[in-house]
């Protein structure tokens, strides 16, 4: 027995397909897994927690110069931020940074330095900061949760 379809009888179809849907956001997600690790700046360093205001928002990016806890410097606008750096490839690089800026343009000048690095490499990271030119060198610092704020 055939069935035989009769024009003007068919109903339409109210049913949403998922799959192309579905593709979609798995092809999402696998981008999203892919580019977070990559989203994270520079190197992983352990900051010290302290009570500090957090600075007001710039229109370029600041100059962040990262001591890890070994005493090895990173810069976030070298080629390779992840790359450890000398002293003096650091401060040919800020002292360039710096100086092609415009004038009366400010960019700030800042330090990450591992809660465990030794004091004397992060302060000669900031004397090299300022002998390459900038005005004044701020200190990166990680917020006291306030759990411990109570203690």
């Known amino acids: ?16 397909n998922v799959v192309p849907f579905i593709d979609v956001m798995l092809v999402l997600l ?13 190197v992983k360093v352990e900051l010290p927690k302290t009570t500090a205001q957090a ?6 990016e ?5 001591v890890d806890s070994s005493g090895k410097y990173y810069l976030n ?6 790359t450890p750096i000398t002293a003096r490839v ?5 002292q360039k940074e710096l100086t092609a800026q415009k ?8 330090v990450r330095g591992d809660k465990s690095a030794n004091y004397g490499n992060v302060l000669e990271a900031m004397a090299l900061l300022q002998k390459a030119g900038a005005k004044s060198v701020g200190l ?6 306030d759990t411990e704020k109570a203690v």
């Open 1 to 16: 027995m055939a069935y035989m379809y009769k024009p003007g009888t068919r109903k339409p179809m109210a049913d949403i």
């Open 30 to 42: 696998v981008i999203f897994m892919i580019t977070a690790p990559l989203l994270t700046q520079g």
């Open 55 to 60: 600075l007001p928002d710039q229109k370029k």
């Open 62 to 66: 600041p100059l962040i110069v990262t």
């Open 77 to 82: 606008i070298a080629d390779k931020p992840e």
């Open 90 to 94: 650091l401060a040919n690089l800020v």
């Open 103 to 110: 004038t009366g343009e400010s960019r700030a000048v800042l």
């Open 140 to 145: 990166i610092t990680q917020p006291v949760p």
